[in-house]
Structure formats: C-alpha cells, structure tokens
C-alpha cells in the first residue's frame, strides 16, 4: 500500500487515559493516521478534542452514530479502513455492531462487550462480513511472552502441567470512587458488568494463561470478594483451573494489594522444565529446567538466533534497551494494521503479523467473566466452563 491506514476512534477525548495510549500505540509505525473521532459523549468535550488532535471539524463528531452514518458515504479514497471504540465496558457492542455493519474493521478494547450473549452475536457479525476485529489483550504483545508462547508450542517442554498466573494491584484499596472516573466506572455493575476486579484484570490474566499455554480453560472453582465495604463489584479473588490437556493452575486478581501497581506475572511449567515472565520486568524471560542451570533471556539480545520469529518481529530496539506497555500496545495495532495492509492488497497476512487477539478471545474473556462468577456464586464451586 502507499498510503497509511485511515482510523476513526469513539470515546478517548482529553484526559481519557487509554484513549492516549491508543493513539500513541497506533501511531509508533507510522502505518495509521486518525482522520475522525466522535472522542466523548459530552459534545463539548468532543469538539474541544477534535481540535487539541487537530482533526478536520467536519470529521469531529458529537455522536457515533452520526460519524459511521456520514463516514461510510465517503469516497473510496477518504473512508475509514477501521474504528477505534475505547469507551466503558457497557458502551463496545453497539458501536462495534454498527461499525462492522458500515463495512470498517473494528480495534476494541477488553472486555470486548458487556454480557457474553453480546460477545457471540459480535462474533457471528465479523464472521458474516468477513472483517478483521483486534481486542487489545495488550499483555500478548510483549515480545518476550510470544517467545514463550512460541517455546510451550515446539514443545521443548514437554506436556504443561501447572499455570499460576498473578495479577495484584493496589490502586483500588480505599474507596475512591468518587473522585476517581475510571474506578466509579469500573465498580459500577451498570456500566462494567457483573464483576470488576475479574472483569477488568482477571481477564488479562486468563487470556495470558491460555495464550502462553496453548491450552484452554475446562472447569474453574473460584472465590470472590468485595473488600471495601459498599463497592457493588468484587475488588478481589483467585480461582483454581483446570485446563483441557489435564494441566492445573491458579489465578488470582485483586486491586486491593496496597502498594502493588500493575504486577500481573505468569510461570508455566511442563515435564522438563518451566518458565516465568513479569509485566514489571517485560524484557527478561526465566527459563527454569529440571536438569540444567536457569536461562535468562533477554528482548533484543538474540546472537545466536534463539529467539523466534514472533519474538524478533516484535521486538523494536536492540538488547539493554528497555522496551514495555507503550511498545507492547504498538505490536497490536502494528500486527493488526499489517493484517489489514495485506487484505487491501490482496496478499496473505504472515503467520507474525496474525498474532493477535480478536473476536474469539473476546468470547472466551466473556465467558470467563460468567463462569467465574456463577462459580463464586455457587455452593458447589467446580464449575464447567461453559460458552
């Protein structure tokens, strides 16, 4: 192609947090380039961000609605190849629906909607139009956890029997949600969902667990706990698993760990030997074996040629220099703009640049979020994960 990919992004305006990161994470290949927004449901706020990213004003919007209506009118040349839908969990299905509907591929953050029923009819709707959906799961873009998920998959492990997957945080441990947008939000069952802390964090941790793990999720038994007295959601939990190759494992999510930020870390271990890998130190992996010293691989640090080709594709500047969240969240976008590049052209997307998660994922993340809590809900606590 010679040209950059055309987005259009709904909620993300000024001051939104993950909106930036979007907009960072879309731009650090120069493969994209935002040319409309519908950026708040507060129309001020929309056009006051429309200007501050300095967007034509006849493409800064008020509502979503009006954006894809007038969007999918414009000629071959102006229109949108994908929509960027960053606002609440309550608010993803109807834009990505209509979007999907318009004829724009689709850039959605997690969980991918607010109820399971939701997710499959959103499923069903990509498959139907044949367009290309990334969920920004943005913990699968490190590349140090595609060389993991890479190691677990050529089986130099052999069969995986445990998984412990961690994700503390603190930041929920007093009661701020009045002063704080983002926790009154997320603790809000209307506009979160049924759960919080498994719903917000707790999925993270499970797709990084079946994605390193190349298993999947079979039964679950899980406790749930609202630590902060009045919180409507559940602040804290851990659950027990078992995978569909046999294997077990631990999860366990909480945002009351006072002093913790954003700890989330993973160890998977097979027959002969396991690895470990942390959100706090992204750029190193521990390879543990049960009959040789710990490897410590190191991002960007590949004489030898050890690293494989998801890894090194995702890896952008040379070892000892530290690479982390933003980078990670520019893999996405970069895999999924390589994807959508290829499919304008019509060329096959490389097997590198496919790896992301999409719609199916989505689905999965929905339904951890209702098994998770029917189990939590329920005297007897195994649970069949169920889709």
Request: glycine share 10%; net charge neutral; charged share 25%.
């Amino acid at each position: 192609m010679n040209r950059k990919l055309r987005m259009g992004m709904i909620g993300g305006g000024k001051d939104a947090f993950i909106g930036a990161i979007h907009r960072i994470a879309a731009n650090m290949d120069g493969l994209v380039e935002l040319k409309a927004g519908a950026l708040s449901v507060n129309p001020e706020v929309a056009i006051e961000s429309g200007k501050i990213l300095f967007l034509d004003p006849s493409r800064t919007y008020t509502d979503y609605k009006t954006m894809l209506e007038k969007e999918a009118t414009l000629p071959a040349a102006e229109k949108l190849d994908f929509i960027t839908i960053v606002t609440p969990n309550f608010a993803h299905f109807e834009p990505a629906m209509m979007a999907l509907d318009k004829g724009f591929n689709v850039v959605v953050e997690k969980p991918i909607t607010f109820t399971l029923e939701e997710a499959k009819l959103l499923k069903a709707k990509v498959e139907e139009t044949g367009l290309t959906l990334l969920l920004t799961h943005t913990y699968t873009g490190y590349p140090l956890v595609k060389q993991a998920r890479q190691m677990v998959k050529e089986g130099v492990f052999g069969k995986i029997r445990k998984v412990y997957v961690e994700y503390p945080q603190g930041w929920l441990s007093k009661p701020t949600e009045k002063d704080n947008a983002g926790a009154a939000w997320r603790t809000d069952p209307k506009r979160s969902g049924k759960s919080g802390c498994m719903g917000d964090i707790g999925t993270h941790a499970a797709n990084l667990a079946e994605y390193i793990s190349g298993t999947k999720i079979d039964q679950l038994c899980a406790d749930l706990n609202i630590v902060v007295p009045g919180r409507g959601l559940d602040d804290d939990g851990a659950v027990l698993l078992r995978f569909d190759n046999g294997a077990t494992g631990v999860l366990m999510a909480s945002q009351v760990a006072a002093g913790e930020e954003n700890a989330l870390k993973i160890r998977v271990y097979g027959e002969n030997g396991g690895l470990e890998w942390s959100q706090m130190e992204p750029n190193t992996l521990l390879v543990k074996w049960l009959d040789k010293p710990t490897q410590v691989y190191r991002a960007g640090n590949n004489y030898g040629g050890y690293q494989s080709s998801f890894a090194t594709q995702n890896t952008r500047t040379p070892g000892g220099h530290p690479e982390g969240y933003l980078e990670a969240f520019g893999n996405l976008y970069r895999n999924f703009a390589l994807t959508l590049q290829a499919k304008l052209s019509g060329t096959t997307p490389s097997a590198e640049a496919l790896d992301f998660p999409s719609v199916a994922e989505g689905v999965r993340g929905m339904a951890f979020i209702d098994n998770v809590v029917r189990s939590g809900q329920s005297e007897q606590k195994w649970t069949k994960f169920e889709i």
